[in-house]
Every structure is written in C-alpha cells, then in structure tokens.
C-alpha cells in the first residue's frame, strides 16, 4: 500500500516545522512509519544546495535561477527520500514542497503560477502531496520570529547563514502570503488552511483531528 504524503506549508516563522514534528510523533504512536523531510535541503546534495539559496550573501541570486535551484534540491528530495519512502508505505512529511515555490518565486518573486507549475510537471512527475496543512499567520510577526530565529543561529554558528529571504521588504511577504491564500482557495480539497495565529497546542489537535478524518479512516487497523 502507498504511503500518504503530507506537507506543511507558510511563512518562516508560522510554526510549520513544529507542528510537523508533532503530528509525527502522534502517527509514531499509532505504529505509523514516518520520514520527516524538509526543503530546500533533507539530502547530502539538497542540503549544498539550500546552502546557496538561504545565504543572504547571494541577495543577488536572480529569480529564475532560484527556482531553478529550490527544484533541484525538490527532485533530489523525490528520488532519494520521499519516493521511496511512498513506495514503502510509509507517511512523509515535509516541511516545504511547491507550494512555497509557487508563494516565494511565484508569488513574492512575480514569476507567476504557470512557470512554476510548469516546471513541478516536469521535474516532479506530478508527485503532489494528499495532504498540505497551511499555516496562515500574520506576516508582520512570522517574518520577525524568523528573523530572530536565524540571527541567533547565525550568532552561534557563523557558517549557518540563513537569513536571505527575510531581508526582503514588507510587500514581498504580503506577495507570498496571498499566493498562499490563492493556493488555498484553488485547491480546497487538498490544502487545509490552520488559522496559526492561536495557541500551539489548540492547531496541534486542530492538525490531528483534520489528519485523522482525510487520510487515518481504516489505516491503523491495517497495521
């Protein structure tokens, strides 16, 4: 049987990678196996590559070319990790797939939906998830939170640049945040939008209950 695959979705800073590592350890426990993935980056050649995109000394890094980039490091994360895992009737989750592309270069960049969906055909095969848990937050305070998130990282580690994306401007994350609404709204079977905003513990059962009901109904009791 064909694992599910799961993705979580929204702005640095939302919650998103703590939310995941949550609801992992829920499946864990209902003797579900479970592979954590996150983009860009979760392979040895992924994570070269997430090194380039995220340093905020390539500022200059143009568009395209970062598109071009996040889809490579998301076609080594395919075949090395979230593939095989599927194919071993496992359940991945991973922080990140391309509904970020669309959001971020689509989005905040301006390239526009089509190119991105254009090159997922291609370079994913059609692979999308069964599942995309999207954290809406208020821009203002997600961008903040990963700001000090990475200049603390940074402080601690002086290879650990990560700080590219959030040196952009105001409008560039309200660009990203209403392309993922525009997600959202387009594919409402799939995305499931979590007002992110409230307590960590109260989106937790929201995100379980939600997991539960789409894609649990019958899985446990095969195992």
Do not use: W
Not at 95 to 116: H, N
Not at 192 to 209: N, S, T, Y
């Amino acid at each position: 049987m064909r694992g599910k695959f799961i993705t979580f979705e929204g702005l640095d800073g939302c919650g998103k990678s703590t939310q995941l590592q949550r609801l992992a350890e829920v499946l864990r426990q209902e003797g579900i196996e479970v592979v954590e993935a996150r983009e860009p980056g979760g392979t040895e050649i992924g994570d070269r590559i997430r090194a380039i995109v995220l340093d905020s000394r390539t500022r200059n890094l143009a568009p395209r070319a970062e598109l071009a980039l996040l889809f490579a490091s998301r076609a080594q994360n395919l075949q090395d990790v979230i593939l095989p895992a599927l194919e071993a009737g496992k359940f991945v989750l991973c922080d990140r797939y391309t509904d970020s592309s669309e959001a971020y270069q689509g989005g905040g960049r301006q390239l526009g939906s089509e190119a991105v969906l254009t090159v997922h055909q291609v370079v994913c095969q059609g692979i999308n998830p069964d599942l995309t848990v999207l954290m809406d937050s208020e821009v203002s305070a997600s961008v903040a939170r990963a700001r000090r998130r990475n200049l603390s990282r940074l402080e601690a580690d002086a290879a650990g640049d990560e700080n590219r994306f959030e040196r952009e401007n105001q409008a560039f994350f309200d660009r990203v945040h209403e392309a993922y609404l525009a997600i959202a709204r387009r594919e409402p079977e799939r995305v499931f939008l979590v007002d992110a905003r409230r307590p960590g513990d109260v989106v937790h059962r929201e995100i379980v209950e939600h997991v539960r009901s789409r894609l649990l109904a019958g899985v446990t009791d095969k195992r």
